[in-house]
């Protein structure tokens, strides 16, 4: 059974800080994807990695996949109060929509 | 382009109850996804829907079932309701073996 762990659960971080959240995952793939999700809302998909060593950048977000190490980075860089959210990886086994996520990480951005 | 669309936004209903949810995909989508998002917790795979069949299932009781449409919306139906399945319920939409799937608003179903 393919098990997504992220870390920390929970992160406050101080704006213009830089801060990292971890996601490991148990068993081989080579689709990982990251969501952000608001309170009471939907899920943003925010990058779609398909590749050992992919790196993808948006704004002060930028997200890596590490396939041998079973291992995706998100890195926030400055952080500002607008990235305050939950953010979710999750990693496909077989194809787009059967998704396993992990617990998400919940980010408060404080001044 | 309206995107993924789900009905109804909210729904509250009794325990023993059935419930039906209805979910629209994207348009040139034809693969239809369902999780369940309970309360504080990551969204869990529940059914995938392609060609009008059931491909793929999560670790969900058979009160759990779907349908899929010709015109590619979905069903999700869940019958004798207890108060552990208020969650929000998303529906994701892609195209079959595609790599990205886009996820509906949700409709969040409480259970009294």
């Known amino acids: 059974e393919l098990k997504v762990e992220q870390n920390p659960l929970f992160l406050s971080m101080q704006e213009k800080k830089n801060y990292t959240i971890y996601c490991n995952y148990s068993?081989?793939?080579?689709?990982l994807y990251w969501y952000r999700q608001d309170p009471g809302k939907s899920l943003e998909s925010l990058f779609v990695?398909?590749?050992?060593?992919a790196v993808k950048q948006e704004g002060r977000l930028m997200a890596s996949l590490d396939t041998k190490a079973r291992l995706s980075t998100l890195h926030i860089t400055a952080a500002v109060h607008d990235l305050s959210a939950t953010y979710f990886c999750?990693?496909?086994?077989?194809?787009?929509?059967?998704?396993?996520f992990g617990d998400g990480t919940t980010l408060t951005v404080k001044p | 382009d309206a995107g993924v669309t789900q009905s109804p936004t909210h729904l509250i209903k009794t325990r023993g109850q059935q419930v039906t949810l209805r979910c629209s995909p994207k348009?040139?989508?034809?693969?239809v996804s369902w999780y369940q998002q309970a309360l504080g917790q990551g969204p869990q795979f529940i059914f995938q829907?392609?060609?009008?069949?059931?491909?793929q299932r999560g670790n969900f009781p058979d009160r759990f079932s779907g349908h899929q449409f010709p015109n590619y919306s979905s069903e999700l139906n869940v019958n004798a309701l207890l108060l552990g399945d208020s969650a929000l319920y998303l529906c994701?939409?892609?195209?079959?073996?595609?790599?990205?799937?886009?996820f509906g608003q949700g409709t969040r179903l409480t259970v009294v």
């Open positions: 994701a939409s892609s195209k079959w073996l595609d790599t990205e799937a886009f």
């Open positions: 068993t081989t793939s080579d689709r």
């Open positions: 990695l398909l590749s050992n060593g």
């Open positions: 999750a990693v496909d086994e077989y194809n787009a929509g059967k998704s396993t």
């Open positions: 348009s040139g989508h034809d693969t």
């Open positions: 829907y392609y060609e009008e069949e059931e491909r």
